[in-house]
């Protein structure tokens, strides 16, 4: 391996916490050891980490992209300090890490039109949306269906262990980089995919590989991007008027996405959002909805449930609050209800006031707490069928219970 010396770029926490962005369910090949994230991004292992005022990045390159025979010795291959004339090192950075807007004037905007927003946000500050490849995001969004974070990570490393280039060792480790839609397309992939625990999605993400190989001309996927977010080394180019549901260049993503096996409305969105650069996409999954009802008044009259039209209202709700970014403030609020950050949001507890364990509508589902009242705490009870968006099994319809629990007012 070559394996260049640490760098430094100036950055604050609020304008980017790699903690919260690189496990908020964006991307789902990061391993993070001690304080280092690592991942096989473009022909190199990129490791990351930071402290309050900077991020550090090292890059480490393989001679060669062959298997060997034998595990590696564990001692670290000879660093070198000087960075070569073409290393594109620091613009992948800069571009995969999506830092050209400025965070801090964003999270100022949306807190500016939004209470809920201004309330949870200064807990969850620095959250980017990652400029990923296409393809990577199609895989890991067929890959989540009814799954959670870590599971879906764990099937990210299998296809890439055993489908992608391998591009170097950390230590004893080594690191697979994406397979090709190429790779996937062959008709045994299907079956190995099943036997190494992917279930139905083996299908989906054999049949979607085919789709692109041989139903669509080469560079089809990228070339749904937003021209405002293009492929790295690309020019930057208009992307057309806001609309209530989105710039028409958005609108022809999600609906030719959704031709694609396995790639329902929240999936579609989440590529538009996360790997083909569309901001105002919102995906809308069990999270999405609770905090639709909880906080923005959505789940009573024509809206009672979630089908297509309140999925496609919940969307344009958020879109005219928010604008062509509505997907980015959408995640911010997203990572806010997912179970593995509800410590930020937990409330100091005292004499009058009893923290309940609501009961979860997903793998990440936050913690809520409730007041004591007089002698009793009221719990309201929600349970979502889950028959209607494809990749989540659910249609939304919601029915409730209210239950009394008797509760001792704590003694002073």
């Known amino acids: ?31 993070k050891v001690e304080d280092t994230w ?10 990351l980490r930071q402290d309050a005022t900077h991020l550090y990045y090292q890059a480490s390159f393989s001679e ?12 670290p291959g000879s660093k070198i300090d000087s960075l070569p004339e073409d290393d594109d090192t620091e613009a992948l950075i800069h571009h995969y890490l999506n830092l050209r807007p400025d965070l801090t004037k964003l999270y100022e905007q949306w807190s500016n039109v939004d ?14 949306i990652l400029r990923q490849d296409a393809w990577e995001a199609l895989v890991g969004f067929i890959c989540s269906s009814n799954n959670n974070i870590i599971r879906i990570s764990q099937m990210m490393e299998k296809l890439c262990s055993h489908y992608g280039p391998l591009v170097g ?27 190494l625990g992917f279930g139905y999605r083996a299908k989906y993400l054999y049949q979607t590989a085919v789709q692109i190989c041989h139903g669509h001309d080469d560079g089809w996927l990228d070339n749904l991007r937003n021209p405002e977010s293009p492929i ?49 996409a919102v995906p809308v999954d069990t999270h999405v909805w609770q905090i639709a009802q909880r906080d923005y008044k959505f789940g009573k009259g024509k809206h009672s449930s979630l089908t297509k039209a309140t999925y496609d209202a919940v969307g344009d709700r ?35 006031t009893v923290k309940v364990e609501a009961e979860s509508l997903g793998p990440d589902a936050a913690a809520t707490s409730a007041p004591v009242i007089g002698t ?37």
């Not at 690592?38 to 490791?47: E, K, M, P, Q, T």
């Not at 096996?261 to 650069?277: E, R, S, T």
């Not at 659910?394 to 409730?400: A, E, F, L, P, R």
């Open 64 to 75: 060669q992209l062959v298997e060997p025979l034998t595990p590696p010795f564990s001692a």
């Open 115 to 128: 209470a809920n927003f201004k309330k949870k946000a200064p807990r969850f500050a620095g959250v980017r």
């Open 232 to 280: 790295m080394g690309q020019k930057v180019a208009a992307a057309g008027e806001m609309q209530p549901g989105g710039r028409a260049g958005y609108r022809v993503a999600h609906e030719q996405l959704l031709a694609l096996q396995g790639v329902g409305p929240k999936v579609a969105d989440c590529v538009c959002l996360m790997g083909l650069g569309w901001g105002e």
């Open 318 to 352: 958020f879109r005219s609050l928010w604008g062509k970014e509505a997907g980015w403030a959408h995640s911010v609020l997203f990572t806010a209800d997912l179970r593995v950050f509800s410590e930020r949001l937990s409330a100091k507890i005292d004499v009058d």
């Open 169 to 195: 060792y950390i230590g004893v480790t080594p690191y697979h980089d994406m397979p090709s839609p190429i790779i996937l397309a062959d008709p045994k992939v299907e079956s190995q995919l099943r036997q």
């Open 376 to 412: 009793k705490i009221e719990i309201t009870e929600t349970k979502i069928k889950r028959e209607f968006l494809e990749e989540e099994g659910h249609d939304g319809s919601v029915s409730s219970k209210t239950v009394s629990r008797g509760k001792r007012r704590k003694k002073m």
């Open 38 to 47: 690592s991942c096989a991004l473009h022909g190199r292992i990129l490791s």
């Open 1 to 31: 391996m070559r394996t260049y010396a640490w760098r430094k770029l100036p950055m604050s926490l609020t304008e980017l916490c790699l903690d919260t962005t690189l496990r908020c369910g964006q991307s789902f090949r990061w391993r």
